[in-house]
């Protein structure tokens, strides 16, 4: 099954400790992003990543690092949590180039509490 | 600085009720405009979409939006609700055809009445 998947799906951590979280894709899409979702605020990108080893900036990537060495996987890091990174993340990918159509597959979320 | 805005932070609709949810948007170009809807719990799901051409899209699930440029608004609309379309909705917009940064609106959560 063409999935996107998102691992821990709920984490409740504390201030300062360094977190991960994973994504991964079985669709072979070299596209990849990451957006955390807050209520009254919809989905903001963090991160994305073109294909491997290429990332960069979206609108909020402050305190959130990323990486790309295989096209399957494009982790979420947390170098130092704070509370207001407190949110629900979603990781998504596409195609890209002449095969991209736009659309975006996303995984089921992964619900972060900073304490 | 693109934006998109979703007025209606809540709808409720009678099932077999028509829906209406309005979308618009602050883009220079031409946008490439997209509507998800996010059932509780999942991730989002692609309803449709419109780059150009006819601009009356229709989508999945009996939905259907209509690109009005004159008015920078992208709405969607269903003729007959059913108590499964209750969920959130987005409106997002692509600020190019590499498609790498898009821009969501803040969500409409539709409750259906039975």
């Known amino acids: 099954e063409a999935q996107v998947t998102q691992n821990p799906r709920y984490l409740i951590t504390v201030t300062g400790k360094k977190l991960t979280v994973t994504c991964s894709q079985n669709m072979n899409h070299e596209y990849m992003s990451w957006y955390r979702q807050d209520p009254g605020l919809g989905l903001r990108q963090i991160y994305y990543?073109?294909?491997?080893?290429?990332?960069d900036k979206g609108d909020v990537p402050e305190g959130y690092k990323v990486s790309r060495k295989e096209k399957r996987n494009f982790p979420l890091i947390l170098e130092s949590p704070s509370p207001n990174q407190t949110s629900l993340y979603f990781c998504?990918?596409?195609?890209?180039?002449?095969?991209?159509?736009?659309?975006?597959?996303f995984g089921e979320g992964s619900r972060l509490t900073v304490l | 600085a693109q934006s998109v805005t979703q007025p209606d932070i809540h709808i409720t609709v009678s099932e077999g009720a028509s829906l209406e949810l309005r979308c618009n948007y602050s883009?220079?170009?031409?946008?490439?405009l997209f509507w998800y809807v996010q059932s509780p719990g999942q991730g989002l799901q692609l309803l449709l979409k419109?780059?150009?051409?006819?601009?009356l899209v229709q989508g999945i699930k009996g939905f259907e939006a209509e690109f009005k440029r004159s008015q920078s608004s992208f709405n969607l609309r269903k003729p007959s609700v059913h108590w499964s379309d209750a969920a959130e909705y987005f409106c997002a917009v692509a600020t190019d055809y590499n498609f790498n940064k898009f821009y969501f609106g803040s969500g409409t959560k539709l409750n259906v009445k039975p």
């Open positions: 998504a990918s596409s195609l890209s180039g002449t095969e991209n159509t736009g659309e975006l597959f």
């Open positions: 990543s073109m294909n491997v080893e290429v990332t």
């Open positions: 883009y220079g170009a031409t946008p490439y």
């Open positions: 419109y780059f150009s051409g006819d601009t």
